[in-house]
């Protein structure tokens, strides 16, 4: 029997020059997959980077993902101001568009945290037919920013970007993205659901 949904090609970058280096162990990465196959019901298969913060390195590396075929790619660490956190830059350098929607709700996420999240430079582009999201840099707050805030009783008190992605890739021609409604419910107008017909 076939798999009731799509199949697809996630790319997921963590940027750090100490991790990448091997001083330390990366944490972006498993947080990243993690999150990823425990919200999405799609089989997934990852393409993963571990690079330095150097603008150059980020571009290629985000260049040859999507043309790998990853619908959606993440990237974690690199954000920030400091002058080695060229993630955004590098991030721009290789869109076609840019989606700010999605880096003005990371930081309305964040700033529920701390009030330092207004230093965050996360953004989101399209590539042919890719997006690429930068998410902030601790596994926590990847998961706060893609999942979003929920009260005791479970019920979303403000929505994660994450409830976004799927319809956003259903518009730039993207494989059509399934998420477990307990870990994130996306948001789709009711034309653009699929109706999934087990055999």
Aim: overall charge negative; some cysteine.
């Amino acid at each position: 029997m076939s798999h009731p949904y799509d199949s697809v090609k996630l790319g997921i970058v963590s940027v750090s020059d100490r991790a990448s280096a091997g001083v330390y162990l990366d944490k972006g990465l498993p947080a990243l997959k993690e999150w990823l196959t425990r919200a999405l019901k799609n089989p997934i298969t990852f393409e993963e980077r571990l690079i330095p913060d150097e603008q150059a390195r980020i571009s290629a590396a985000l260049i040859e993902l999507v043309e790998a075929g990853c619908s959606l790619v993440l990237t974690t660490g690199g954000t920030g101001p400091a002058p080695r956190d060229v993630t955004p830059e590098a991030t721009l350098a290789v869109a076609h568009r840019e989606m700010p929607g999605f880096g003005e709700q990371m930081r309305q996420i964040s700033l529920k945290f701390v009030p330092t999240a207004i230093l965050s430079r996360q953004v989101a582009v399209i590539r042919d037919q890719s997006l690429i999201l930068n998410l902030p840099g601790q596994p926590k707050s990847i998961q706060e920013t893609l999942e979003g805030l929920k009260n005791e009783t479970g019920e979303s008190i403000v929505p994660g970007i994450f409830a976004a992605v799927p319809y956003c890739i259903d518009l730039i021609g993207g494989p059509y993205l399934e998420t477990d409604p307990a870990v994130c419910k996306v948001f789709r107008p009711k034309s653009a659901i699929r109706t999934i017909l087990f055999e």
